[in-house]
C-alpha cells in the first residue's frame, strides 16, 4: 500500500546525544515536510524539500538538520543543539496537484 | 497577528447537535484550504479541501469559504462522539506554502 513510513515511533535520548528520525514514502511525491507538535499546540514547520537534493528552513530549523538524497527518503536528525527537543515529529508528504499532504504516523522523542 | 488563526477550544457540544469550526486567515493571496483531523496522539488526516466561494458538502461534513472576509469554516452535522478530536486548519497562502492554525478541539458529549 501507498503511504509514508516514519521510525521509529518512539525514541528516548540522552541529552547531548544526536538522533536522526526517517521519513520514507512510496507515493511518488516530490515535496517532503518535516513539522514539530508540542501538547496542545499546532504544527510547526522544520524543513521542508521541494524536490531530490534541495530543502529549505521552516521557521524552527534551527538544532535540526536534513537531507533528501533520495526522492522516497527525507531523514531529521535533531541534533544536541536543539534545546527542547521533546515533542511529536510528523513528516508528510505533498500531492503536487491539491496541495494535500499525507502525513505519516509520526516519531515521538523523549529526552531524559 | 497569527497568518492562520483558530479558537483552541474546547467546543463541547451534545452528541447529535451541529459543531461549528472556524478558521480566519491573514494572507488575501491564499488559494487553497484544507480541513484535517487529529485525534489524540495520532498523526491529522484529511477530511476535506475546499479551493472556491461557497459551500461544499461531503457527507455529514460542509466546508464553507468566504474569501471577501478571509474565513473558512467546516460544520460537522449529527456530530458523534467518535468526532472528539483537534480540527486543524491549513491554508495554502500565496507562494505555494502551507500554514496550519493552531486547532480547535471538539469534544462531543453523549
Known amino acids: 500500500d501507498g503511504g509514508i513510513t516514519q521510525s521509529p515511533k518512539y525514541l528516548f535520548r540522552k541529552e547531548g546525544q544526536n538522533v536522526t528520525l526517517s521519513c520514507e514514502q512510496n507515493?511518488?511525491?516530490?515535496?517532503m515536510y518535516w513539522y514539530r507538535q508540542d501538547p496542545g499546540q499546532g504544527l510547526r514547520l522544520i524543513y521542508y524539500s521541494q524536490i531530490v537534493n534541495d530543502f529549505q528552513k521552516g521557521d524552527i530549523a534551527e538544532g535540526y538538520s536534513v537531507s533528501r538524497e533520495k526522492k522516497e527518503s527525507f531523514p531529521l536528525t535533531v541534533t544536541s543543539a536543539q534545546k527542547n527537543p521533546t515533542a511529536f515529529y510528523l513528516c508528510?508528504?505533498?500531492?503536487?496537484?491539491?496541495?494535500?499532504?499525507?502525513f505519516g504516523e509520526g516519531s515521538r522523542l523523549t529526552v531524559l | 497577528q497569527k497568518e492562520v488563526e483558530q479558537n483552541s477550544g474546547p467546543l463541547s457540544v451534545p452528541e447529535g447537535a451541529i459543531a461549528s469550526l472556524n478558521c480566519t486567515y491573514s494572507d488575501r493571496g491564499s488559494q487553497s484550504f484544507f480541513w484535517y483531523r487529529q485525534y489524540s496522539g495520532k498523526s491529522p488526516e484529511l477530511i476535506m479541501f475546499i479551493y472556491s466561494n461557497g459551500d461544499k458538502e461531503d457527507g455529514r461534513f460542509t466546508a464553507q469559504l468566504n474569501k471577501a472576509s478571509q474565513y473558512v469554516s467546516l460544520l460537522i452535522r449529527d456530530s458523534q462522539p467518535s468526532d472528539s478530536a483537534t480540527y486543524l486548519c491549513?491554508?495554502?497562502?500565496?507562494?505555494?506554502?502551507?500554514?496550519f492554525g493552531g486547532g480547535t478541539r471538539l469534544m462531543v458529549k453523549p
Open positions: 508528510a508528504s505533498r500531492v503536487t496537484n491539491t496541495g494535500e499532504l499525507f
Open positions: 491549513a491554508v495554502i497562502k500565496a507562494g505555494n506554502m502551507l500554514t
Open positions: 507515493l511518488n511525491h516530490d515535496a
